[in-house]
């Protein structure tokens, strides 16, 4: 079974603290998303990464994909109310070519 | 671009009733996935088409379930019987490659089952 486990589950943070979301895997991936997903709504691509030790940036938003290619992060800095949502890593693994998403994290970024 | 469509927004039945969920994907997109998420277990992968064939269905948790995709403009997720543990959201996403492509799969807002 592909596990990708996601922490933390639920971050709670005052607006404009700094905070980090990981995504790891015992296994490759093949590229990796993340997602942010508002209520009542369905999952919004953010990102893709494909190439080991990939950092990309979104406004405030930074990704990384590790060296290895199992783990990510996503780092938001001075965060805003607007950024309140879950936050849900998928990776694709070569056998099958599915999406297989993490837990997700809730945020909430309080003014 | 109308986005994916998915109808209805919110079914409440009872148990051991027929539910059937509905999807518009976008048009010209060759893949279809339908997902379920749930608080215990996430988003979950259920079955997933290609040019309106099935190629995976391992997701799909048991014989209660059924999906079919009639033509590249409509498919159905159908529950018989239903049971209250079927209760989540369902949503549908489709793209123009598999994800191995790094496609982009874009999610409707999905439907929202509650089964008393």
């Known amino acids: 079974t592909q596990l990708l486990e996601q922490s933390p589950q639920f971050l709670s943070i005052q607006e404009g603290e700094n905070l980090t979301v990981y995504c790891n895997s015992s296994s490759v991936f093949s590229s990796l998303q993340w997602y942010r997903q508002e209520p009542g709504e369905g999952p919004v691509l953010l990102v893709t990464v494909v190439t080991g030790g990939e950092v990309k940036k979104l406004k405030r938003l930074t990704f990384q994909f590790g060296d290895a290619r199992k783990d990510s992060s996503l780092h938001i800095t001075a965060a805003q109310p607007g950024d309140t949502g879950l936050y849900l890593c998928a990776g694709v693994y070569n056998q099958g070519g599915k999406l297989i998403f993490g837990q997700g994290t809730e945020l909430s970024v309080k003014p | 671009d109308a986005g994916v469509i998915q109808s209805p927004r919110h079914e409440v039945t009872e148990m051991g009733q027929e539910v059937t969920l509905r999807c518009k994907p976008i048009s010209g997109h060759d893949y279809l996935f339908w997902y379920r998420q749930t608080m215990m277990r996430g988003l979950e992968l259920l079955i997933y088409?290609?040019?309106?064939?099935?190629?995976?269905d391992s997701g799909m948790p048991e014989d209660r379930f059924s999906a079919k995709m009639p033509n590249a403009s409509f498919s159905t997720l159908k529950i018989q019987p239903s049971e209250p543990r079927d209760s989540a959201v369902y949503f549908c996403a489709s793209s123009r490659g598999t994800p191995l492509s790094t496609d982009t799969q874009y999610f409707g807002p999905g439907t929202r089952l509650t089964v008393l």
């Open positions: 088409f290609n040019n309106n064939v099935p190629i995976d």
